[in-house]
């Protein structure tokens, strides 16, 4: 870059996306300061060896862009949003949302959480410390958007809602992979720094790839077989493999089975859904079922991957659910080369081994439903679709505030149009976003985090859905700009003001964290510190903040006894080696077994079953992501949003001739929740009777501040949807194969 000069590098973990690859940054100075001016793969990072992609190496201009809010924003009297002081802001939060708590109680305040939350040390940290502070009932985040269906399986199953077993990409011989395209999103619930790569070794060692997808996707043109099934069936579709498996006595638990009760029951479960009963509903051809299941069952090892595409579905806790049962019927679960629970640094030791599992306190859905609609809360979170009715309906409990923290639900959730017209009726509305957009701009409080270069950054949620245990941790790479504030400062600094200790030094918070943890670990007899003085404890821990504090008090008392000391010796990590089979020390069951077949998937079947009979030919509509988008926010990089990354509505060749659509014209699609006009792509990459169109555009509303995303808005494909459809069981949204209507545009 002119006028800069390339001075020094740093290590820096890609908080992009999932695959969480190692960094190196480039850094340079120019007049205004210190800023990135390259990113390259670190080659010698312990777990993504080099690997990068378009959206890590755009590191730079992302980190720098021009649209980033620099200083935090109140409403003014006027209703405008004025730059503050971070004084000024947190006093007016403080003075405003004290009296709400008071007068109405603590469901008043929604909380909403989303997506970079995970990517963030500070989302890491402080939420659930602000949850535990206000108590309330009304929890939202992208996870009914995404992969609760998954927990609540994992719930089930046992016991454990964060017990999700991870496919051994490393090791498998066979894989087979349903609704994900990990070769443009570089793969989910599965961390896997070149997904790419490992799906490629694994075909050079003599694997085999299966991928169900009703699209040709960059994965599924890497596989051995790909099956274009109609979307929304993957749960008929594994059911049938469920039923081959047990008809041609093919289930072989192996060890496992001393583990799993229920067995018998999911026989008789699934005995109606034979491959010839599912096939017209699937459009699959009843052999390929068989095929698939003998496969499965044959091969050494082999995992079953079930993302996206077979979570935001109508049936998608019974499809997560069912990936598992395979898992768990060919004895893939829990063995090298199958699926197996990784054990990250930070996860509170396990039990000794010997010590034999549970019985533990199983897990519960439903302890609470939402206000006005009557859901149930699955992990402590109501679905995010009845956020708008929440804060629209008067009467006691209503919603008055709500607190954002990276998240964007007028773009990525259903409906947003209402809640765009519902966030204005809000009492007060702070949001924690380094960016005005279409959520944000709603806020009476703005607080910007800083750019990621400025931030330390540690993997909570990512280390332990990691194909390898291994632990990094990268300090910020440029100290903060003056002005600026650390993310987990601004929410210390949120919990204080919500909490009635507005003004308090905020490592009060990390302190508070901090004594809590270790009289809890003191107290335990299978801690590593049983029986120590928890002051002197908490007076030996390093780190020069709060947080780093906290990150080193939870790897002492962690699996691998490490300190954060550990860590910043080796900044390109430590690798703790390949996954091992665990499953006694995460069962948290009531029986203390895998429990195959819980009462509230038995008792979801009989829907499963009517889908049996249910031959639906109308349009449906599916999603995609592009390598080089990320949800909602990552249109403002200019170098990312061009080319193929484009917001087109694809469409199969036979479909377009019938509807009279030409590629590149101007179609009008129309669903229960709207109608939009959006340009026509004409491509046998999706099959017949299903349109494709990618999630996170519609960039065209005022009052945002993104320059670069609003010069090439697209359309917000979440408006075709009313929010009403959900799969029941974990209050996600369906958002993939709802029916559409197509035509001309005039
Ligand atoms: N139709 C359809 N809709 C979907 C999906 C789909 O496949 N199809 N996918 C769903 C999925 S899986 C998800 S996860 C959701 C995601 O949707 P959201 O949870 O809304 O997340 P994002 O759009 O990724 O980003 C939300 C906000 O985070 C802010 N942000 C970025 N970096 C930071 C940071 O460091 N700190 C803070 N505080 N904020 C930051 C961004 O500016 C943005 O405003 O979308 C869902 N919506
Ligand atoms: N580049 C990029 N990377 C990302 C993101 C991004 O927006 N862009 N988002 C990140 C987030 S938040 C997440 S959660 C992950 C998601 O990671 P993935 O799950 O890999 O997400 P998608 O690429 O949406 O893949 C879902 C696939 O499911 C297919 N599908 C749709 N309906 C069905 C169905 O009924 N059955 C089957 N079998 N398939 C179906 C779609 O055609 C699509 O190819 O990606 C993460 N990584
Ligand atoms: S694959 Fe993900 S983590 Fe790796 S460089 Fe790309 S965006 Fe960053
Ligand atoms: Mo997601």
Redesign the pocket.
């Known amino acids: 870059m002119t006028g800069t000069d390339a001075t020094r590098t740093a290590p820096r973990i890609c908080?992009l996306c999932e695959a969480t690859c190692g960094l190196t940054l480039t850094i340079g100075r120019d007049g205004t300061g210190e800023k990135v001016t390259g990113a390259r793969g670190d080659r010698d990072d312990v777990f993504s060896q080099g690997f990068i992609c378009p959206k890590g190496a755009s590191f730079g201009e992302l980190d720098s862009d021009p649209d980033r809010l620099r200083t935090p924003l109140v409403r003014d009297e006027h209703g405008e949003l004025r730059e503050a002081t971070w004084d000024e802001a947190f006093d007016t939060v403080a003075a405003r949302i004290r009296p709400l708590i008071e007068r109405y109680g603590p469901n008043a305040v929604g909380v909403v959480l989303?997506?970079?939350?995970v990517?963030?040390m500070?989302?890491g940290l402080y939420p659930p410390v602000l949850l535990s502070t206000l108590r309330t009932r009304n929890l939202f985040t992208?996870s009914t958007?995404?992969q609760m269906p998954k927990h609540v399986s994992s719930g089930l199953l046992f016991g454990s809602a964060g017990a999700i077993p991870v496919p051994d990409l490393d090791r498998t011989d066979h894989l087979l992979l349903l609704g994900a395209n990990p070769l443009d999103s570089n793969g989910s619930l599965c961390t896997a720094p070149d997904f790419p790569g490992k799906l490629k070794a694994l075909r050079r060692r003599g694997g085999r790839l299966t991928v169900v997808d009703p699209r040709r996707t960059r994965t599924a043109r890497l596989a051995d077989r790909h099956v274009a099934i109609r979307p929304g069936t993957d749960a008929l579709l594994l059911a049938a493999l469920a039923q081959v498996l047990f008809e041609e006595g093919l289930t072989d638990l192996g060890p496992l089975a001393a583990q799993v009760e229920g067995v018998e029951e999911v026989r008789e479960a699934v005995r109606e859904f034979t491959p010839e009963a599912v096939a017209e509903a699937c459009d699959m051809d009843a052999g390929t079922i068989r095929t698939i299941a003998r496969e499965l069952a044959a091969a050494p090892t082999a995992a079953v991957y079930g993302r996206?595409g077979s979570c935001?579905v109508e049936h998608g806790t019974l499809a997560s659910w069912l990936v598992d049962v395979l898992n768990i019927l060919t004895g893939n679960l829990d063995r090298p080369g199958g699926a197996l629970f990784p054990l990250a640094a930070h996860d509170r030791a396990p039990r000794p081994a010997g010590l034999p599992a549970g019985p533990g306190k199983g897990f519960a859905l439903g302890r609470w439903s939402s206000r006005v609609g009557g859901h149930p809360e699955a992990k402590g979170e109501l679905p995010i679709t009845v956020l708008a009715e929440e804060i629209e309906t008067p009467g006691e409990g209503r919603i008055r505030a709500v607190i954002a923290?990276?998240?964007?639900?007028v773009?990525?959730?259903p409906d947003g149009d209402r809640l765009d017209r519902a966030l204005p009726g809000l009492d007060l509305m702070v949001s924690?976003?380094?960016?005005l957009?279409e959520?944000?701009r709603h806020a009476d409080v703005v607080l910007p985090?800083p750019p990621?270069s400025r931030?330390a950054h540690f993997d909570f949620a990512f280390n332990a859905l990691a194909v390898r245990n291994q632990v990094r941790y990268t300090p910020a790479a440029i100290p903060l700009d003056a002005g600026a504030m650390d993310?987990c400062e601004i929410h210390a600094r949120l919990i204080l003001a919500v909490s009635g200790m507005h003004g308090a030094d905020p490592s009060a918070v990390d302190d508070m964290v901090v004594a809590g943890s270790l009289a809890k670990a003191v107290a335990d007899p299978h801690s590593p510190v049983h029986g120590q003085d928890p002051e002197e404890l908490a007076a030996g821990l390093g780190g020069s903040s709060g947080p780093e504090r906290r990150l080193d008090m939870m790897l002492r008392l962690g699996p691998y006894g490490l300190t954060l000391d550990d860590l910043l010796a080796q900044p390109h990590g430590i690798d703790l080696g390949p996954l091992r089979p665990r499953l006694s020390q995460v069962l948290r069951t009531r029986s203390g077994r895998v429990e195959l077949l819980p009462a509230p998937i038995a008792a979801d079947l009989p829907r499963l079953r009517r889908a049996l009979g249910e031959r639906d030919d109308r349009l449906v509509l599916v999603?995609r992501?592009h390598l080089r988008s990320?949800?909602?926010?990552m249109h403002n990089v200019a170098t990312l949003n061009g080319g193929s990354n484009r917001c087109t509505l694809q469409v199969h060749p036979a479909d377009a001739a019938r509807l009279g659509l030409d590629d590149g014209a101007t179609a009008r699609i129309k669903a229960a929740g709207g109608e939009l006009e959006v340009p026509v792509e004409i491509t046998d990459a999706v099959r017949t009777g299903v349109v494709s169109l990618p999630?996170?555009w519609g960039h065209d509303r005022a009052g945002t501040r993104m320059s670069v995303a609003a010069a090439r808005p697209g359309v917000n494909?979440?408006q075709l949807l009313d929010g009403s459809l959900l799969d029941p069981l974990s209050g996600t949204a369906v958002?993939?194969g709802f029916a559409v209507e197509l035509a001309p545009a005039r």
């Open positions: 908080p989303g997506n970079p939350n990517h963030t500070a989302g992208a958007l995404d996206i935001t923290i990276a998240a964007n639900p773009l990525s959730a924690i976003d380094p960016y957009n959520t944000s985090p990621p931030s993310e999603g992501r990320n949800n909602s926010w999630h996170g494909v979440n958002l993939n």
